[in-house]
Each structure stands twice: as structure tokens, then as C-alpha cells.
């Protein structure tokens, strides 16, 4: 059985950080593309970053200079380091794996950025 664990998300004032881990079981983490997606009331989910099975990075525009995504494949585990954090940036996050026609979520946690 495949499983995405997310965890980090919480309540956060603009201008802080927070780091994000997904945690990925029943599959072979390493050949995968591992991303970070989000999803903001109303809106469609959209790319935040992802990360190929070789280590490139592609990130959204939005994303760009703030946020950071890493992975481990020791731990199975992919990272994104958000700093800057902003109102806009409230959303639910989502862990996704992919390869070849093999995609997987997992079940998101909230971000949310107030004072």
C-alpha cells in the first residue's frame, strides 16, 4: 500500500518559515519525482516545486527565492523549506509522487499565514 505522510503545516505570521516533510511508503522512493503542490480555498491545486529521482529542481514562480524543496532517499522523505512565508501563501500543501503513469497524493496539511 502506498502512503504519503505530510507534516509541519501550522499557523504562522507573515514574514516566517516553516519546513515541510513528506514521508512516502509502499513505493521505490528514489525513482520517483517527489513535489509539493498547494490549494487555496476556491482555487485549483498548483505546483509549489518538485524534484526529479536525479535531483532537479523546477519551482513556481511564486515559490522562487522563498521556498526550497530537498529530499533524502535514505528516509524516504522530501522537504520544502518555506521562508518569507506570506497571506497568499495559505493553503493546504500536498505531497505528490510520481512516475511514469504512476502518480500518488497524500492527504495535504494546512498552511496558514496570519497575524
Known amino acids: 500500500q502506498v502512503r504519503l505522510v505530510e507534516s509541519g503545516g501550522g499557523l504562522v505570521q507573515p514574514g516566517g518559515s516553516l519546513r515541510l516533510s513528506c514521508v512516502g511508503s509502499?513505493?521505490?522512493?528514489?525513482?520517483?519525482?517527489m513535489g509539493w503542490y498547494r490549494q487555496a480555498p476556491g482555487n485549483e491545486r498548483e505546483l509549489v516545486a518538485t524534484?526529479?529521482?536525479?535531483?532537479?529542481?523546477a519551482n513556481a514562480d511564486s515559490s522562487k527565492g522563498r521556498f526550497t524543496i530537498s529530499r533524502d532517499n535514505a528516509k524516504n522523505t522530501v522537504y520544502l523549506e518555506m521562508n518569507s512565508l506570506k497571506p497568499e501563501d495559505t493553503a493546504i500543501y500536498y505531497c505528490?509522487?510520481?512516475?511514469?503513469?504512476?502518480?500518488?497524493w497524500g492527504q495535504g496539511t494546512q498552511v496558514t499565514v496570519s497575524s
Open positions: 524534484i526529479g529521482s536525479g535531483g532537479t529542481i
Open positions: 505528490n509522487a510520481r512516475y511514469n503513469w504512476l502518480t500518488y
Open positions: 509502499g513505493i521505490t522512493f528514489r525513482l520517483y519525482t
